[in-house]
């Protein structure tokens, strides 16, 4: 049985029709070209968005769920987040265990600790850089410690430095026995992080499979409108505009 099995979802004008599922342990990358539906597909399945069609987490309909039962289950990470009080890194990544109404400060350690986030405790978010908030918002959602992820765009603003570092706490994250969903520009990373791929545009799924199913010359020049290189056996893969 699949983690998350996703059935004729439609967003408006935003997504249309969409077919997928998500296996325990691995990690499911979303691509495409701006404005494709990444971030509507990550906000529907998070109960942000309304949506048409059949989710269902672990074989249960999310919409039987109940608004709590969601958050313990399912945590999001937007790409965009900002805090408007100039709370402590300590208390931002404390409210991801809000749906737990608890405040373990073992889980929380934890949590700071996988996204290296620890020395800045004390810090206040208001006052850190883009990649430090970065990863203080990746710290809290890691705090929930729920079965699935989603993630838009969590490299975004780190360097090469802290993009490995992070894709391989996703990565381990999902090999523990949970399920990340994540949306992300940089091909090059997604395809040597991500177990599958989905590949949106204009609203609609291009294809899905593995890697090197999804990642090829033809499908993405076509669907990003130039010529690219593509190198899956290098290490690590390079997928490029030419």
């Known amino acids: 049985m699949a ?14 029709s969409i077919d ?12 495409g070209p701006n404005g494709a539906g990444k971030s509507s597909l990550l906000s529907a399945l998070s109960g942000l968005v309304n949506h048409t069609g059949l989710v269902e987490f672990n074989g249960i309909n999310l919409a039987s769920l109940t608004a709590l039962e969601r958050a313990r289950s399912i945590a999001l990470q937007p790409q965009f987040v900002e805090s408007a009080w100039a709370l402590s890194v300590h208390d931002v990544v404390s409210l991801g265990r809000l749906p737990w109404g608890d405040c373990d400060q073992k889980i929380i350690k934890s949590a700071m600790q996988q996204a290296n986030v620890t020395e800045l405790a004390n810090r206040h978010v ?8 970065a990863r203080v918002w990746l710290a809290r959602v ?56 989905c590949l949106l545009d204009n609203s609609k799924m291009v294809k899905s499979g ?11 020049s076509t669907v990003f409108n130039t010529d690219v290189f593509i190198n899956l056996e290098s290490n690590p893969p390079v997928v490029l505009a030419r």
């Open 3 to 16: 983690l998350m099995s996703i059935n004729n979802l439609s967003v408006d004008h935003r997504l249309q």
């Open 20 to 31: 997928l599922e998500l296996k325990q342990g691995e990690v499911l990358g979303l691509i």
């Open 126 to 133: 208001d006052e850190l850089s883009g990649g430090e908030k």
């Open 142 to 197: 890691l705090a929930n410690q729920a079965d699935v992820l989603l993630v838009d765009e969590p490299v975004a603003n780190l360097d090469i430095h802290y993009q490995r570092d992070v894709m391989n706490l996703l990565s381990d994250y999902a090999r523990s026995g949970h399920g990340v969903i994540i949306a992300i520009h940089d091909l090059s990373l997604a395809a040597r992080y991500c177990d599958r791929l």
């Open 210 to 220: 593995r890697v090197e199913e999804v990642l090829t010359d033809k499908i993405l």
